[in-house]
């Protein structure tokens, strides 16, 4: 596997100044949702806990918090950096936003939840006002760990975090919706049934040649875009939408230089966009995201055949990459006729200005009362050291960058390299044996 470069096509100096821009951004991130989950959430959560703040009560603010944490978590990598997202159907995604609603996504990016939270903050998708909706996230348990945003998205946001055991997860699954729903309160969940984002390792590449060979077993031609769907517990999500609701398909496709990201995954040239490729767009070469979407048509029943469902919405997700890796290929621009059938998704960005400046004041004023002016110093400069050391070391042991969320290429180089010691640990103790 070769490195892939932490600036693409850009010399040394370049490089330092993009990384600098980045990991500040990244640690702007860090600072304000810091704020928000010690100040806003953990004490409602606390409240609720011991019974004196009602659920009810709490869900309602939970969604008010969210609403105003989500302008700093997109503000930077999807607007401020150049990202521009493209929708080919603004209709079907703001009737998704009127109700309880499933959105399933391809993986092929490790912000798939950023633009899952855009789209449901903005309240004009098309020509015409639409509903802002809380979004929530079926995602893999160990982001919950992660510090600060996997935190706030656990306590506050109270996403499902599955182990991908279907034993284990169907339970998990269907108290978190039958709260919602106890509780009344509304929101579009977004899940990516593919369920893992593969790199370039070996352990991945054997994992892409098992989703072909299911692929093969089940009468399908080898997908060479997207991972096989991992369909058991999407019949325990149709709680979601109580049979009938808005059933969303998407697939997002990444376009950066004229290239597509999520190429083939057997390709070496694939990019796994994440934090840090957004936010290098101030640098001149942002990324484009083109979000496909249609209805599906299920019925909560037992006729529902989940696995059957999954694959034809998968073999249409492949086919939609497959179309723009070639069109691609032609020319600087896709010259195929769905095209001119894609709106630009216009950001607020005098509200998204607005909120971080309204978040500065509110951290300074915090501080200045209780006359903390310096242990936040200290705090925004700690925080700065520990991103820019976790990403540059796990960078360099994982030869990626892997920022779904912050820390997490460093966490994931921990992690890799552990399992790797008790690895050798074990062969070791195998031959002397």
């Known amino acids: 596997m070769t490195r892939q470069p932490l600036v693409q096509g850009a010399g040394l100096f370049k490089t330092l100044l993009v990384m600098l821009f980045c990991h500040m951004s990244v640690t702007f991130l860090c600072v304000n949702v810091m704020f928000d989950l010690f100040v806003a959430g953990i004490p409602i959560y606390l409240l609720n806990m011991i019974g004196i703040l009602p659920s ?19 503000g930077i990598p999807m607007v401020i950096s150049g990202t521009k997202v493209y929708i080919d159907n603004v209709d079907i995604l703001n009737s998704a936003k009127e109700r309880d609603s499933l959105l399933l996504a391809n993986h092929g990016s490790r912000i798939d939840w950023m633009v899952g939270m855009m789209i449901g903050h903005l309240t004009k998708l098309g020509k015409h006002p639409g509903e802002r909706c809380r979004v929530g996230f079926v995602c893999e348990a160990l982001i919950q760990m992660m510090p600060l945003i996997g935190w706030y998205r656990k306590i506050i946001c109270n996403d499902i975090f599955v182990w991908r055991s279907f034993d ?26 593919e369920g893992v984002i593969v790199d370039h390792d070996e352990k991945d590449m054997k994992y892409i040649l098992q989703c072909r060979q299911f692929s093969i077993n089940n009468g399908y031609t080898p997908f060479e875009y997207v991972l096989t769907p991992r369909y058991k517990g999407t019949t325990c999500l149709l709680d979601q939408i109580d049979g009938d609701g808005p059933f969303v398909s998407a697939c997002l496709v990444f376009v950066r230089d004229g290239k597509l990201l999520n190429c083939k995954l057997l390709s070496p040239n694939r990019v796994i966009p994440d934090i840090y490729d957004l936010n ?3 640098a001149g070469k942002p990324v ?5 979407v249609r209805m599906m048509e299920i019925k909560n029943d037992d006729q529902f055949d989940a696995k059957a469902r999954l694959m034809e919405e998968y073999k249409w997700k492949d086919s939609i990459l497959k179309e723009w890796d070639l069109a691609l290929k032609q020319g600087p ?6 095209f001119s059938q894609f709106k630009v998704v216009e950001r607020n960005v005098i509200e998204i200005a607005i909120n971080h400046v309204l978040h500065m004041i509110a951290i300074l004023t915090f501080s200045l009362s209780f006359q903390w002016t310096n242990e936040l110093v200290t705090i925004i400069c700690v925080i700065f050291i520990i991103v820019t050391t976790t990403h540059t070391l796990g960078w360099m042991v994982n030869q990626a960058s892997m920022e779904s969320v912050p820390f997490e290429t460093g966490i994931k180089a921990l992690i890799t390299f552990l399992i790797s010691f008790q690895e050798k640990k074990r062969v070791a103790m195998k031959k002397y044996v």
């Open 288 to 292: 484009s995201i083109y979000v496909h």
């Open 280 to 282: 290098q767009g101030i």
């Open 333 to 338: 621009g896709p010259s195929i006729e769905w």
């Open 56 to 74: 009810q009560a709490f869900f309602k603010l939970t969604t008010l918090i969210t609403n105003w944490t989500t302008p700093i978590v997109y």
């Open 168 to 193: 284990k997860d169907a339970p998990t699954i269907k108290k978190n919706i039958s709260s919602f729903k106890r509780y009344n309160e509304q929101r579009m969940l977004f899940l990516s049934p």
